[in-house]
């Protein structure tokens, strides 16, 4: 069999854009991806963040053509490849797993799609790729002989050899230790400088997306919740759920009482928190307003009223921990519950107590108002992410349900 | 009490390892056995039967006939099994259940009943008995074991491995024949393996379906009764250092290739 | 390996799972072809001989009928053999798993620091593999012969009496099924404990088990999987079997065993109907033990 249709000759000279147009993903049973659109344009670094099950792994899998979109259009470069196979598109993926083929050797592994593609002086560029990475010295060994970090920058290697049009990077730094994730975010933005291409990363390490990616987009169940750059998505975020995920925030409910030309200010529990109108997505009825736990200042007694300073108190300080740069206080306040308060140790004894009461302010420039409401317990912390194997055994189940019934 | 338990277990295997030599150290050692006409009782050391082993031609007939059954009956139930073992693991059909319970009843099933069973059915089509009989019969038993081993293999396999097979331009043939099939391989050659020591030492399946044919086993069973020659011995000896020398060079070479691993790693 | 084949493999990964039928077709059909034909038409040859009646006309032929009185005579004149067949081979799986759950331990866990020590150990298990299983059972045959070593060192000090031997007796034709099926029942037991954590003895210990009771409460049924294998992988070939139990090798007339029976009816005496029966019930028997063996252990993944 020949392969034809596979991407011949050479390289793409830049990355090319991406774009996806009402992507819908169903899985007997469940959605996986509704009504997606989104649009990443060439030699961008776009992270796409969210818990794990939000279908960012499908989207991935998807662009990949390692799936088949119920519905919608991908396109790449503006030509529309939603019908051709993975073989035929010009992705390439750095697996979670790397999924290095250990029966090769890291050359053969790093020279596989170039001869897939009959690229003639597939041996120089795969020596070429590995020096990029710098490991150009154990060409000829086996991925079982090296480190987890060696394996990741070889499965990108393998990746970035072919030019692809656009880099999938599917949580490919789940698997090290923090200091080499570090070594690697850093790493893996040089090489994306260096060889100009799309990158397309899907993480739910919010702290990866940000500092790695020019455009991050949130997503949960199956949709984008906001998109931008990483600092604006953290000083505005639109919806409760990106103010959660995305960092931590302190959230208030309430109607909105009153409003001048350029700010609102909302009744939440008794408290009047005030908010700029250019930082609230809604300026009447219900809504949720927040701030950011380090733009929170704490005082022994309550502080003079101020204009342009939000004031709640009295709380409690409930709990303190230190973690060296800062501490972070956790503030009960009737009412309001549990407010989170960061301080940076700018000196050296310690101000504030368990038990102590206190007062709390921020400067309403810092505040933001929500699209949405606040709803149920943060989610914050996830563990490794599972979508690939969960949408296998789930998609596998629901087949055998299906033969059965037949 | 802890030492002793230590110490009592190194003791019991040891016990074990011995019976289990036992015999196979008689049979070495019968090999050698300066015998002539039954090979009972010890008369004196000889290297004579090692020299002479193919003068008594039967014997070395039937040895023949047993590789080229087990040759032939490997390749048939491993071409097969490979295939059902791919099949069980990677797709989901409508009769998968029953399909399995298929491929396992034979295991479950005592080879004095397939042998009837095959026997009987031969002998209704009035298929002559013979060599072709025994393959038959043969890679019908070594199917379900190809299949078992293979499909643990096929299981314990990344599917990312496929996915960035096709992810980097191979088409479906080039993802199975560069990385499906050489990553199946040791699992492919290990119940090629089982399949002809299986095959090779078969009696009960045997018996019941091989017309006139004479295997190596069902030699040593019908000389059984009136003594068997030492030239037996020796081929079951030389069958014996050939599998144990391969046995030991694989385990080596892989215990040497660990060292090596772990030296750069 | 094949030893496992009746304990659970958990896969290591979720394969993804296709359904183009096309191509699982074009897999499974050669396959099951040849199993249709060699294995469920044979079986279905066997119940319609177990079914025949003697010709009328000819002597020693049979005709298709539906005499299932076939089996109520198989069972009369050979329940006997029946019962000592399962006797035997339930003696031999005890004997076989007493000497071989230790050995799998010594080899899974006690030489788990000496590498090259467990590899070794592990070939001398599979040795016997290697050497043709008839010619090990008839050098057991020698060695227990009247003018074998054994023999003399027993009748000298008088347990055997004279004109008596071991060959022939039930002693000797469990201990040859016993001593042919240790590698099968310990290869699957070494199996799963070779791959158990040693920490969780570690574990039981530190929970206050004694090692007597952590061996109970851990070890065993961790390794209950490969037990249940190895005890399948042995009552079942013994109970068949009819080598140990022939006059030629261990037995003689009074250890005669099913799979002997059914060897002379069809081979030597040509009743096909009643060594088809007998096949049948015997496929039967070890098909409900297997089943409630399966059941009683809970272990559906055995298929």
Not at chain 1, 219 to 227: A, L, P, S, V, W
Not at chain 3, 192 to 213: F, I, K, M
Request: aromatic share 10%; glycine share 8%; charged share 15%.
């Amino acid at each position: 069999m020949t392969n034809n249709d596979v991407p011949q000759g050479g390289f793409a000279e830049a990355g090319a854009d991406l774009e996806l147009v009402g992507i819908t993903k169903r899985f007997p049973g469940f959605t996986a991806i509704e009504e997606l659109d989104l649009t990443i344009p060439a030699g961008s670094f776009f992270a796409l963040l969210g818990p794990s099950g939000c279908g960012k792994t499908t989207t991935l899998r998807l662009i990949a053509g390692l799936e088949e979109p119920t519905a919608g259009r991908i396109l790449i470069g503006g030509k529309d490849v939603t019908a051709t196979k993975a073989y035929q598109r010009p992705v390439n993926t750095v697996f979670q797993s790397y999924a290095l083929f250990p029966h090769m050797t890291i050359l053969e592994n790093v020279a596989f799609g170039l001869k897939r593609r009959g690229i003639k002086n597939a041996d120089p560029l795969a020596h070429e790729a590995l020096r990029l990475v710098e490991l150009d010295h154990v060409a000829g060994r086996k991925p079982t002989q090296l480190s987890g970090g060696q394996q990741q920058r070889v499965a990108l290697a393998r990746a970035v050899v072919n030019r692809p049009a656009l880099l999938l990077l599917d949580e490919p730094l789940g698997a090290l230790d923090l200091k080499l994730r570090r070594q690697m975010q850093v790493e893996l933005k040089d090489i994306q400088s260096e060889v100009g291409l799309t990158f397309l990363h899907v993480t739910h390490d919010q702290e990866e997306a940000m500092t790695m990616a020019d455009t991050v987009a949130v997503m949960n169940k199956g949709r984008i919740e906001q998109m931008g750059a990483p600092q604006e998505l953290y000083e505005l975020p639109h919806t409760a759920f990106v103010a959660k995920f995305l960092g931590q925030s302190n959230l208030f409910s309430g109607d909105v009482v009153s409003s001048s030309s350029t700010s609102m200010v909302v009744d939440a529990a008794g408290t009047k928190i005030e908010v700029p109108l250019a930082r609230a997505q809604r300026h009447s009825g219900h809504v949720t307003v927040g701030v950011r736990p380090e733009k929170v200042s704490l005082h022994d007694s309550e502080p003079k009223a101020a204009s342009g300073r939000n004031v709640i108190g009295p709380g409690r300080v409930t709990d303190v921990s230190f973690s060296g740069v800062s501490t972070q206080y956790e503030v009960t306040v009737p009412q309001h519950g549990a407010i989170t308060v960061f301080v940076q140790n700018t000196s050296i004894s310690s101000l504030h107590r368990d038990g102590d009461s206190v007062w709390l302010s921020w400067s309403v420039d810092h505040a933001f108002g929500l699209a949405d409401e606040a709803e149920g317990e943060p989610v914050s912390r996830f563990h490794a992410d599972l979508d690939t194997s969960m949408i296998a055994v789930q998609s596998r189940k629901d087949l055998e349900a299906e033969l059965e019934e037949a | 009490m802890r030492g002793f338990g230590k110490y009592a277990i190194w003791v019991y295997s040891a016990m074990a390892f011995v019976f289990l030599l036992i015999p196979i150290a008689y049979t070495i050692a019968f090999s050698f056995n300066d015998s002539r006409r039954t090979n009972i009782i010890w008369t004196g050391f000889t290297f004579e039967n090692w020299f002479t082993v193919c003068e008594a031609q039967t014997v070395c007939q039937a040895f023949g006939n047993s590789v080229i059954i087990g040759v032939v009956a490997t390749l048939l139930a491993t071409t097969l099994g490979t295939m059902i073992a791919i099949a069980l693991v990677r797709y989901r059909f409508r009769f998968r259940n029953a399909t399995t319970l298929l491929i396992f009843l034979p295991m479950t099933t005592p080879e004095v009943v397939l042998g009837a069973g095959l026997a009987a059915q031969f002998l209704q089509a009035g298929v002559p008995k013979g060599m072709g009989t025994i393959i038959l019969a043969h890679t019908l038993f070594c199917l379900s074991f190809v299949v078992v081993t293979v499909r643990a293999r096929v299981a314990s396999l990344d599917p990312a491995l496929e996915e960035a097979g096709r992810d980097l331009y191979g088409s479906p043939t080039q993802v199975f024949w560069r990385i499906t099939f050489p990553m199946l391989l040791p699992g492919i050659v290990a119940a090629a393996l089982l399949s002809f020591a299986l095959s090779f030492d078969d009696f009960i399946i045997t018996n019941f379906n091989r017309g006139a044919d004479v295997t190596f086993p069902s030699y040593v069973y019908t000389a059984a009764a009136r003594g068997i020659p030492a030239e037996a011995n020796v081929i079951a000896s030389a069958v014996f250092f050939l599998a144990i020398a391969l046995v030991l060079i694989a385990q080596l070479t892989a215990a040497a290739r660990r060292r090596q691993l772990a030296k750069a790693g | 390996m094949a030893f496992t084949a009746f304990s659970s493999s958990t896969a290591a990964a979720e394969p993804v799972v296709r359904r183009k039928s096309r191509v699982a077709l074009f897999l499974l059909l050669p396959g099951i072809f040849y199993l249709i034909l060699f294995f469920v038409t044979p079986l279905i040859s066997l119940i319609i001989t177990s079914l025949q009646a003697p010709d009328p006309l000819i002597f020693g032929q049979f005709v298709n009928a539906f005499n299932w009185q076939n089996y109520a005579i198989v069972i009369e004149t050979y329940g006997e053999q029946a019962v000592r067949s399962a006797g035997y081979a339930a003696l031999a799986t005890f004997f076989a798993l007493l000497i071989g759950f230790p050995l799998a331990y010594f080899i899974g866990i006690t030489l788990r620091p000496y590498p090259l020590l467990q590899s070794l150990a592990l070939v001398l298990v599979i040795a016997p593999f290697f050497i043709s299983f008839l010619l090990r059972t008839l050098a057991w045959k020698q060695i227990f012969s009247t003018e074998g070593p054994v023999s003399g060192i027993l009748s000298s000090i008088g347990i055997l009496g004279p004109g008596e031997s071991i060959t022939g007796t039930t002693f000797s034709v469990v201990f040859g099924l016993t001593y042919n099926f240790i590698p099968f029942m310990t290869l699957p037991i070494y199996a799963t404990l070779v791959s158990l954590d040693l920490r969780l003895l570690e574990a039981g210990n530190d929970l206050y088990g004694s090692p007597a009771t952590t061996f109970r409460t851990v070890t065993l049924p961790l390794s209950a999987a490969g037990v249940m294998s190895g005890t399948l992988l042995t009552f079942i070939p013994a109970a068949g079997d009819y080598i140990n139990a022939s006059r030629e090798f261990l037995g003689s007339a009074d250890t005669t065993m099913i799979g002997n029976v059914i060897e002379t009816n069809f081979l030597v005496l040509q009743n096909f109907p009643a060594a088809a029966a007998l096949s049948l019930l015997l496929m039967g028997f070890i098909l409900v033990l297997v089943a409630v063996y399966v059941k009683r252990s809970g272990t559906e993944e055995l298929l």
